[in-house]
């Protein structure tokens, strides 16, 4: 069991920076993909970034690829996401999961664990 919570969100200029944290509770933390994922109004939940238990491989979506990093730090039961040069686009609710084989890291219905979600707003 993995329990999630997304910190960290807010409102920020365009060209802006934030970083999300997700804290993780549960002994798989350290042996799960993480993933974090958003859903904008009126839009599907997708895919942003994914870090394998390791911390050595990575995924992104091509819209933040150069723009947010994904990190963990699994001594602080802990995952991040550096966002930076945010545009208006980049506006969502923005969700950590837990992904405990991690076969499928860019794909939702893979995921185990979800946090409550954090509001990223992106004004021009």
């Known amino acids: 069991q993995v329990q999630l919570v997304e910190s960290g969100g807010g409102l920020v200029q365009a060209g802006g920076s934030l970083r999300l944290s997700c804290a993780a509770s549960g002994r798989t933390f350290s042996r799960s993909t993480m993933g974090w994922f958003r859903q904008a109004p009126g839009k599907e939940r997708e895919f942003v970034a994914a870090?394998?238990?390791?911390?050595?491989?990575?995924n992104y979506a091509d819209s933040v690829k150069g723009r947010f990093t994904i990190s963990r730090d699994n001594a602080k039961n802990t995952v991040y996401l550096q966002m930076s040069s945010l545009k208006p686009e980049d506006t969502a609710v923005y969700f950590c999961?837990?992904?405990?084989?991690?076969?499928?890291?860019?794909?939702?219905?893979?995921?185990?664990?979800w946090g409550q979600g954090t509001q990223v707003t992106v004004s021009s």
């Open positions: 870090i394998n238990w390791s911390g050595v491989s990575t």
């Open positions: 999961a837990a992904e405990v084989d991690g076969r499928t890291p860019r794909d939702d219905r893979g995921y185990d664990y």
